[in-house]
């Protein structure tokens, strides 16, 4: 049997969206220009930033990494089932191979790491029709996915979970991972800790995007920077959006369009229109680009400045109907975020698998290490223990916080037929400013 994982299945969504154009390689690289990204294109020019303790850091995180099966307990290994896996192989992506032979004081060339990677898939290939094997020596029927190189080095793939197993045959493979389900689901108010509750107290009316201004007057825009943004996908055809969208890929329908599912798709779709509180069309995807990079230019009095709003945008699409994904997907986004040279990537989603070692944890890493700032949601759970999922665990993302705040809610007093009433603000426009009414009296 596989390493038993305790884990919840279902996924929060980040009300705060995770995003940075400055925090560039974390702690392991300078930034000398807000607006331009300091993006190092070798292994070598990260190395040369590295302390002794970051270097004894690396050293630890290939100490601790897992091997053999790490399945989930809601497996049964016995079943003929198809069953989705991750396989992660031996070697690491070429970047992260010669860093981490620098750190033991050896020297791989690119070209020789890249090789040991094509090797793994050229072994695996070869061997896993041999291993799978039934009790009646007959053909397995399975399937590979997709296949990572970049910030993953292995394949996704579906086969029975009476085969699982046998895949730690093949002299390729290090670890085999659940393929773990991935959905948008906002907590209930209801769950609110009283701690909770008067945290929001004491920040009422708090912006964390207050005096962005400033920063722009300054010149820092985003100006140069290729942004990342895994999520249900992009609306590019948005005012404030279509002239900061450069590309991407849509990992959920396998084409370059990596368009929103929207509300003609779940038309033709034959599909419930909502499943717990989640609508088959997204928006989630769009709501972060435009935190991110909106250019503020739409004729609308909702029309929003984001924090960078010169930057690129690339959608990655790894997120499809009712906001559901998979690992597999999360890591294909990773991987194809790396190869496509993003300097930041954003990713408000995570799963609450308190694990820093899962598979999009790993991806997470070696993002980070081949030169790609990646900046992951924590999460809505809290700040107590296990409330952290993967991949905000991975050692080395930028992971944020989400905030839930109090805000100002006016009341007023009225009279009418010689009657005295208590009226409170039930809701207002955008821009309305509702303090320029204080003290006042209007006739309606």
């Known amino acids: 049997m596989g390493k038993k994982r305790e884990k919840s299945k279902v996924l929060k969504s980040f009300t705060v969206l995770a995003l940075t154009s400055s925090f560039i390689l974390g702690s392991l690289g300078q930034v000398s220009n807000v607006s331009k990204a300091a993006s190092p294109s070798k292994a070598e020019d990260i190395l040369a930033n590295l302390t002794s303790e970051q270097r004894a850091a690396l050293e630890q995180l290939s100490t601790n ?17 198809q069953t989705s896996v991750i396989v992660e192989f031996v070697n690491k992506p070429a970047k992260i191979a010669q860093i981490e032979a620098s750190v033991e004081g050896k020297t791989l060339t690119k070209t020789e790491a890249s090789k040991l990677v094509d090797q793994d898939h050229e072994t695996f290939s070869e061997e896993v029709g041999q291993v799978l094997k039934n009790d009646n020596s007959k053909k397995v029927d399975y399937k590979i996915n997709r296949s ?90 948005h005012p404030d959006l279509k002239d900061a969208y450069k590309g991407g890929y849509d990992f959920v329908d396998n084409d370059n369009d990596p368009m929103e599912t929207t509300y003609a798709d779940w038309k033709n779709s034959g599909q419930p229109e909502v499943i717990e509180s989640s609508a088959y069309y997204t928006e989630h995807g769009t709501h972060v680009a435009g935190i991110i990079g909106g250019r503020g230019i739409a004729d609308s009095e909702y029309s929003s400045v984001g924090a960078a709003p010169e930057a690129d945008l690339y959608a990655y699409r790894v997120l499809g109907p009712y906001g559901g994904g998979t690992s597999e997907g999360i890591i294909a986004g990773i991987d194809k975020a790396v190869q496509d040279g993003m300097d930041v990537i954003n990713m408000s989603l995570g799963a609450t698998i308190n694990d820093p070692l899962y598979a999009t944890s790993i991806a997470v890493n070696n993002a980070v290490l081949s030169g790609v700032t990646t900046v992951v949601a924590a999460g809505n759970s809290g700040d107590k223990m296990d409330t952290l999922g993967s991949p905000g665990s991975a050692a080395l993302a930028l992971t944020v916080g989400a905030s839930s705040v109090a805000i100002d809610i006016y009341q007023y007093t009225g009279e009418h037929n010689g009657k005295n009433y208590k009226l409170r603000q039930l809701t207002k426009n955008y821009k309305d400013d509702l303090a320029t009414l204080k003290e006042k009296s209007i006739q309606l």
């Open 65 to 81: 990494e897992e091997s053999g099966l790490q399945i989930s307990s809601d497996f049964n290994l016995n079943s003929s089932n």
């Open 148 to 237: 990572y190189k970049h910030a993953f080095n292995g394949v996704s793939m579906t086969l029975p979970a009476n085969q699982i197993q046998n895949l730690l045959k093949s002299k390729a493979v290090n670890a085999v991972w659940s393929n773990e389900k991935f959905s948008i689901d906002p907590p209930k108010d209801s769950v609110k800790s009283e701690e909770l509750k008067a945290d929001e107290f004491n920040v009422a009316n708090y912006s964390p995007y207050d005096q962005l201004d400033r920063l722009h007057a300054e010149g820092y825009t985003g100006k140069g920077i290729k942004i990342g943004i895994l999520d249900t996908g992009m609306d590019y055809n």
